[in-house]
């Protein structure tokens, strides 16, 4: 089954096709980091205009790219939440006319379960059940994944994402966004000890805080600027990728002990981090635990990962109809 999978939910317009969940046929990205970056973050009406601009070409080149054409796919599947609401709604819009044109069914896909799906691509073995820890900028949740389509929410965060917390981190001491990646590459240069930050606290044994972590790495930048001291970026930076990677899989351990699971997936863009890779690999092989990472690849916002769970999403017998509508929010346990 060839499934055409569209993402359009924040500044990447991207279009694959995936056949049976595992086997990637083509896979497009065009990227608008460069324009945002002048803006120091994604401007969400600009996002929308240059998906509007972009997103017919990149579905034609993916199509053509796997040898086919738009009647030769099986159905099409698309990001329809969350997201930015304006940059949602032009995959959605996109794909229920594309789905009516060719008479093909149309899959409403969840953009966080995507994300989880993009290892079934790399790691044609996984198979549910597992648990999956998934960090991206908008998201940190610990989800216990029972079936392709069947999710429980163990854990989440109660304030900022870690991906948000990460970006502001690298701004205060200086970095362009996207700063998260930039938080991680300069922090192979410098001392994880150099700057002893917070362990937050939350109510829930599996919740995650990152806003007073994130506080506390703006403080100590603004008190340094203050007192004409000098920080250290790449200590600063090493010093915060080590808490949070610490605080993710610490969690995210505790979590896969108490119910039982010996199977974890990463997932989502800050599963990309080199701290947090590690922190899982290392701790991981010490329990004698299965880890599944995607590749950096998929890490970031593609469509290869909505196709793949469109795929499984058709296999439960999800549609949508013409009717479907985008939405900013929705829990990765509801159905559309």
Request: charged share 20%; glycine share 10%; proline share 5%.
């Amino acid at each position: 089954m060839k499934i055409l999978g569209i993402e359009s939910s924040c500044d990447e317009t991207a279009a694959a096709v995936v056949e049976d969940g595992r086997t990637v046929l083509s896979s497009v990205v065009h990227t608008q980091v460069a324009e945002h970056e002048l803006y120091g973050g994604v401007v969400p009406e600009l996002a929308s205009r240059r998906h509007v601009e972009s997103i017919c070409g990149v579905v034609k080149k993916a199509l053509r790219d796997a040898s086919l054409k738009a009647e030769d796919v099986d159905a099409v599947a698309v990001t329809a939440a969350p997201g930015l609401i304006g940059a949602v709604l032009v995959g959605v819009n996109f794909a229920k006319g594309l789905a009516l044109s060719c008479g093909k069914p149309l899959i409403p896909v969840h953009h966080i379960r995507g994300h989880v799906a993009a290892n079934y691509v790399a790691h044609p073995d996984l198979k549910p059940p597992f648990l999956a820890l998934i960090v991206s900028g908008g998201h940190s949740h610990i989800v216990a994944v029972r079936d392709y389509c069947d999710y429980e929410i163990l854990g989440r965060t109660t304030d900022d994402a870690a991906g948000e917390a990460f970006d502001k981190a690298a701004r205060s001491v200086g970095l362009s966004y996207p700063g998260g990646v930039k938080l991680d590459k300069i922090s192979h240069e410098g001392n994880p000890e150099a700057y002893p930050l917070p362990t937050p606290h939350t109510e829930g044994e599996f919740n995650f805080s990152f806003s007073g972590l994130k506080t506390a790495v703006i403080n100590l930048a603004h008190n340094a600027e203050q007192k004409g001291e000098r920080l250290v970026p790449e200590d600063l930076a090493a010093s915060f990728c080590k808490k949070v990677s610490g605080i993710l899989w610490e969690k995210t351990e505790k979590a896969a002990s108490r119910y039982g699971f010996d199977k974890i997936v990463l997932a989502g863009g800050v599963s990309a981090n080199s701290w947090l890779r590690a922190e899982a690999e290392e701790r991981s092989a010490a329990r004698g635990w299965s880890l599944y990472l995607p590749p950096l690849s998929l890490t970031g916002d593609n469509a290869v990962m909505i196709a793949a769970q469109g795929y499984y999403e058709a296999q439960a017998g999800h549609r949508g109809d013409m009717t479907l509508n985008g939405f900013p929010y929705m829990e990765i346990t509801e159905q559309f």
